[in-house]
């Protein structure tokens, strides 16, 4: 499997941004991910502070 170019820190911030109305499609686009991407890190990190994400 490849390794994220995102570090587990980064992943909260772009999550962030869905919460703060960005539309979904233009976030995945700027950070060169898909949509199932995003929704999987949703699912898994959505609600969890930079600092809970890693590990």
């Given at each position: 499997m490849?390794?994220?170019?995102?570090?587990?820190?980064?992943?909260?911030f772009?999550?962030?941004?869905?919460?703060?109305?960005?539309?979904v499609?233009?976030?995945?686009?700027?950070?060169?991910?898909?949509?199932?991407?995003?929704?999987?890190?949703?699912?898994?990190?959505?609600?969890?502070l930079?600092?809970?994400c890693?590990g």
């Open positions: 490849k390794a994220s170019k995102l570090s587990d820190v980064q992943k909260p772009i999550l962030k941004q869905g919460n703060d109305g960005v539309p499609a233009d976030i995945c686009r700027k950070a060169g991910i898909s949509q199932a991407t995003y929704f999987n890190w949703k699912k898994k990190y959505d609600g969890l930079p600092t809970e890693a």
